[in-house]
């Protein structure tokens, strides 16, 4: 937001938007100030847009009486710091400092924006545009006008909420609503996550999209907008509308009661498949080295795994899923000892079998083990010699299992191409190698991990799945389909 807008219309809406959450949540606001921006005046220094020009309240005020005080003092004289000095929403954190433009001033810049809000259950971000526009590239002076997705990511990474201000387009509000949907789930991996959109239609149509990580945050922010939307019901033309745009990660109760086991599910690909199962109404127990709230051992060792299955059946007595996927060692045969190739192997090959063995007997009816292999298990790059042999030792156990396991428990692989698990969103090159179009994000792989273990996947065992864009089935020629070598 620049200086010259603040404390307009524009600020009554969201303000008012931001002192109803504050009653349930703590509020952390990125102003997004882009500073003096020389390209929005003409050649006689004046602004082509009118500064601030809807400041009289009069005809909504019954939204927020105390509010609209508030902003008329400032009528005459505002900007950011003016408006943050007034103290509005309770207790919430600002950070204010100028966007810049340098790309690696701006990733400094939004590194100390995170640190300052991180402790915030809600961020609001309130660039002057909204998020980045196919137009307009990283880097460029109107780029100060814009968040990043990458941004937005990192805030829901730290499991915040995220309210987003942007300039709507001229399209019908649906397939703006579409449109604007679909790009948050592929830049910041929304997709796991609960949408819902408020607008103020009051002089100018403002949207502010909400992303929430889980159900309960979804709808008390819900119920808190609700009772601000309740207010303007009976106007002709409401000051402001909800729209549950698209719940995106509805919690379904498709593994209720179920027990789910995942390996390496601390980060990663291993995180999402858990926080998949939890939504789908699973109890999920993680077993990963890393520390956290979870079971932490290192799986190459084998009392580590007896106690794991231990604890799991003193607490569950069963178990309905076990998903291998921790993390195997990658090293190469010039640089690989004989010892960390074995540990390979055992990450990646032996304790998926040996946590099999061991869970065999305490299977409920229609269980499933999915092994999270790799498209390595079929093609290579140089000097990865200990992650590939144990790749492919784990595609191959795979319907060894589920033969013996026969009439138990199904068993399926899936092999994982390029996975960004930061759900980086690459263009050119890197996205084009891929027939499909673009890299792939954990939830490629959670997506396909839930459809084994359900229902709909009952007559499918002893198969593996490569799930890549196609990469591995693309054949490159030099000098074939833009391809060359150089």
């Known amino acids: 937001m620049q200086d010259r807008y603040a404390g307009d219309i524009g600020d009554y809406g969201k303000l008012g938007l931001l002192r109803k959450l504050s009653e349930k949540f703590s509020i952390g606001i990125n102003w997004y100030d882009p500073g003096e921006l ?41 900007s950011i710091q003016i408006l943050q000095g007034l103290e509005l929403v309770d207790g919430a954190v600002y950070f204010g400092e ?16 995170l640190k300052k809000l991180e402790k915030c259950e809600i961020v609001f971000l309130d660039p002057d545009n909204g998020l980045l526009c196919d137009s307009v590239k990283t880097g460029t002076p109107q780029s100060v006008k814009y968040t990043y997705y990458s941004e937005v990511r990192d805030y829901l ?54 992303i929430s990580k889980d159900e309960q945050t979804h709808d008390t922010i819900k119920s808190l907008i609700e009772e601000l939307v309740k207010k303007s019901s009976d106007d002709k033309k409401p000051f402001c509308t909800l729209s549950d745009v698209k719940n995106t990660r509805r919690i379904s109760d498709m593994f209720k009661n179920k027990v789910a086991v995942v390996t390496g599910g601390a980060n990663g690909i291993g995180k999402c498949i858990a926080e998949e199962f939890r939504r789908n109404g699973a109890v999920v127990c993680v077993i990963d080295k890393a520390e956290g709230d979870h079971f932490v051992g290192d799986i190459s060792d084998k009392s580590v ?67 999270i292999s790799s498209s390595r298990d079929r093609m290579s790059q140089p000097q990865t010699e200990s992650y590939t042999a144990a790749k492919g030792g784990i595609a191959a ?3 060894a299992l589920a033969v013996s396991l026969a009439g138990k428990v199904r068993v399926n692989s899936i092999s994982p191409g390029w996975i960004d698990t930061s759900y980086k ?10 027939p499909c179009g673009r890299v792939g994000n954990p939830m490629d792989i959670a997506n396909m991990v839930m459809f084994l273990c359900s229902d709909k996947a009952g007559f499918i065992t002893g198969e593996n ?5 196609g990469m591995t089935k693309l054949m490159i020629y030099h000098g074939d389909n833009g391809w060359e070598l150089k």
């Open 38 to 78: 020389d390209f929005e005046r003409d050649k006689n220094g004046e602004f082509k847009q009118e500064d601030g020009k809807y400041r009289d309240f009069s005809s909504v005020r019954k939204y927020g009486d105390k509010l609209a005080d508030e902003l008329e003092k400032i009528k005459n004289t505002h």
């Open 98 to 113: 100028k966007v810049p433009r340098d790309i690696d001033e701006r990733k400094n810049w939004h590194k100390a924006a």
């Open 157 to 210: 990474a730290q499991n915040q909420s995220v309210i987003i201000y942007n300039h709507r387009s001229r399209k019908k509000e649906d397939v703006y609503f579409n449109e604007i949907i679909e790009k948050l789930r592929v830049g910041t991996g929304a997709e796991r996550d609960l949408i819902q959109v408020i607008t103020f239609r009051s002089f100018s149509v403002r949207d502010y999209f909400i």
């Open 305 to 371: 795994l007896e106690r794991f299955v231990a604890e799991v059946i003193a607490k569950h007595g069963h178990i309905d899923f076990l998903v291998n996927n921790a993390l195997p060692l990658m090293k190469g045969i010039d640089e690989c000892s004989y010892e960390e190739f074995q540990y390979a192997l055992s990450v990646g090959v032996t304790a998926p079998f040996y946590l099999s063995k061991l869970f065999a007997p305490h299977f409920n009816k229609g269980g499933s083990i999915i092994n």
């Open 397 to 399: 156990l795979t319907h």
């Open 425 to 434: 969103v690459y263009e050119g090159p890197d996205a084009y190698q891929q």
């Open 465 to 469: 799945i490569c799930i890549d864009g």
